[in-house]
Every structure is written in structure tokens, then in C-alpha cells.
């Protein structure tokens, strides 16, 4: 049995979604809160498997409430938005870098065409997050911490000019995405492409925080936009984003993979055709195995390859799969990846040979 303990201010909405996780009959609602101060002392007297968390509220907004949950008694904890307005979408994501592990729209409305579907996805989300039984954080990259060299990191010295780099992240990776982009600087040459696997209607909002403090241009991808060099572009919802040549942008409404649109093993088998071994590739933080298989692929063409570290990740499936398959040739924590993307394009990267 799943103890959930829902946080929301308004009756109605949390009546609501009290009525859709009671349904299931694997998870219990063990408590209500107002607000987040009643929410910081529900969690104390209930401990909660999983959190679900409004925004705005009054004495104690979700973001707060989530930082001061983090500190005090971690627990999974999902941001359920009902609000369209940029501010507060961009203010989920700060909870996200507070420890949220994921953010949903507020399923519609009963007798709405997508209330079924979109009160399923809050359930799975609950079933899911419940198995992250510890939320792990990572530290800041320490002031003046040096780049990993290329001797550290088992590369040949035969240098390969570097054109492109992709990321893909699941559940966790919007922080290390912060964290990663932040870090770059704006001389960054190279462009990031990037799927970030996320429940839809958040994507504009997602780009909009990443953007604060990136100091690359951040974007969600058009279709048959050219990829310019220290641009990053972001899948936008319910497509399918892949490179095409000429360094063009292709989105397409095929098919989902494992499960996912967008999914990272599409991006990464068009970087692999297009890009070859001019790519840097990575997968971070995230359930399940999208895009593994399609890592190995990219190091067989001769691309250097990444792995989030178990350590750092709050869940460790999708690089924890590429590191099985011997998917990745570096496996680093998040305050190293910007450093070592940062030598391999000012440099060029090393060609990985096996000795």
C-alpha cells in the first residue's frame, strides 16, 4: 500500500484528487494539508511514501514547502500544477531543483475527454515515484575543482572535431540540466540538442527556467530550424526530434518509443547517422532504458559517450542500463559533465580506441 499525503489549498481540488488516487486500490491517501506549513507537520505525523504538491498556497507556497521537506524528512514528492500562467510553471521547476521529483498538470476535469487518461498518468506517476525511497542530491561544483584531463579519462590523443552534443533525461534530469548549462560558458561552440522526458504542457516553462541561468541560448526545437553552434534546443511535447543533415531540426508525430514521445533513443539513432563519431552523447537520471541501446550505437560509430553516476542520480535506470551494456565511456558525476564537454570542444575530442 502506497501512503500518499495530498497538499493543496482548494477544497474542490483536493477532494478531487483524493477521489482519483483512493480508486487504485494500491494507494492510500493517509493525510490532507491546506497549505505548507499544515503539510511540513502532516509529513511528520504521517510519513508519507509520496507528496502531492500544489504550487500557490498561502502561508507557505509548494516551493518552500518542498525545499524546508527536503532538508528536514525527504520524501518523493510531485508538483500537480493547475495553473497556465508562466510565472508559476517556472516556479515548479525551482521545486524541482529544491528535490521535486516531477511535475503534472492537474488531471481534468470529470467527464473532460482526457480525464481518464490524464488521472491514470497521476496514479502511475504515484506508483512510480514511490519506488525512488531515497531522493539523492548531488554537491555544487566546488569553486576552482579542476576538469577531469583527458589522460583521466582513457581517451587516445588523435583529436576529432566535435559538431554536435545530446542529452537525454528522465525522472531528476531537469536539475542536472540546470546544473550541466549553467556551467557552460557562452563561448560554447558546439550545439545541445536534448529530450527530456516530461509530462506535457511544461516544456515552454522548462525551456523559460533553464534559460535564467544558462548562458546559451535556449530553445524549444522548430521544425527545419537550422542547429546553430552554442545554441541548445529542447524537444518540445509529443514529438519525435531528430538532426537531419545540413544541421537541420526534424520533428516527426512517429510513433512513440519505449513508451516515450520524446523519446532520447530516437534522438541519439539520428545523431548517430548524421553526426558519427563528430558527437558527444550522454544519458542521465531517469527510469527505464530509453536511449541505452542507442548509446552503445553512438560509441560503436566513434562518439564519446556519458553516464550520469549512480551516486548523483535519483534513479539510476536509464545510465545504469548504458553502463551495463557498456554503453558509456566516461560515467561522471553532473558537475563534471560541463567541464569534460567543455575540453572535448574547445580541444577536439579524443577518438576512443580499444587497446
Not at 41 to 51: C, E, L, N, S, Y
Not at 93 to 105: I, N, S
Amino acid at each position: 500500500m502506497i501512503k500518499v499525503l495530498v497538499v493543496e489549498d482548494s477544497p474542490v481540488v483536493r477532494e478531487f484528487l483524493v477521489h482519483i488516487l483512493g480508486s487504485d486500490p494500491a494507494i492510500r491517501v493517509v493525510g490532507i494539508a491546506h497549505d505548507g506549513e499544515e503539510a511540513l507537520d502532516a509529513v511528520r505525523r504521517t510519513h508519507p511514501d509520496v507528496i502531492t504538491m500544489d504550487i500557490h498556497m498561502p502561508k507557505l507556497n509548494g516551493l518552500e514547502a518542498t525545499r524546508r521537506i527536503m532538508e528536514t524528512d525527504p520524501t518523493p514528492i510531485i508538483i500537480v500544477s493547475g495553473s497556465d500562467d508562466g510565472r508559476e510553471v517556472v516556479t515548479t521547476f525551482d521545486a524541482m531543483e529544491a528535490g521535486a521529483l516531477a511535475v503534472l498538470r492537474r488531471p481534468a476535469g470529470l467527464g473532460h475527454p482526457e480525464h481518464e487518461a490524464t488521472a491514470r498518468e497521476l496514479v502511475q506517476t504515484v506508483k512510480l515515484m514511490s519506488e525512488v525511497k531515497v531522493v539523492r542530491r548531488w554537491p555544487r561544483r566546488r569553486f576552482g575543482e579542476p576538469a577531469p584531463r583527458a589522460v583521466e579519462m582513457g581517451l587516445a590523443q588523435e583529436p576529432a572535431k566535435l559538431r554536435i552534443v545530446a542529452i537525454g533525461a528522465s525522472t531528476g534530469g531537469p536539475p542536472v540540466l540546470q546544473t550541466i548549462l549553467t556551467a557552460l560558458p557562452k563561448t560554447f561552440p558546439v550545439p545541445v540538442v536534448i529530450v527530456q522526458h516530461m509530462a506535457t504542457g511544461f516544456s515552454q516553462g522548462f525551456m523559460e527556467w533553464l534559460a535564467q541561468s544558462s548562458a546559451l541560448p535556449v530553445h524549444l526545437a522548430t521544425h527545419g530550424e537550422r542547429i546553430l553552434p552554442g545554441h541548445v534546443y529542447l524537444a518540445p511535447d509529443e514529438v519525435q526530434m531528430k538532426v537531419a543533415r545540413h544541421e537541420r531540426i526534424v520533428l516527426t508525430r512517429d510513433e512513440p518509443e519505449n513508451g516515450l514521445r520524446p523519446s532520447v533513443s530516437c534522438l541519439f539513432r539520428s545523431v548517430a547517422e548524421v553526426y558519427g563519431c563528430d558527437a558527444v552523447a550522454g544519458l542521465l537520471t531517469g527510469m527505464g532504458r530509453d536511449g541505452a541501446e542507442e548509446l552503445r550505437l553512438l560509441k560503436e560509430k566513434g562518439a564519446v559517450t556519458f553516464a550520469q553516476d549512480k551516486d548523483s542520480s535519483v534513479v539510476h535506470g536509464m545510465p545504469g542500463e548504458a553502463i551495463r551494456l557498456d554503453a558509456a565511456m566516461l560515467v561522471l558525476p553532473p558537475e563534471k559533465i560541463a567541464a569534460v564537454l567543455t575540453s572535448l570542444a574547445n580541444n577536439g575530442h579524443a577518438r576512443w580506441r580499444n587497446i
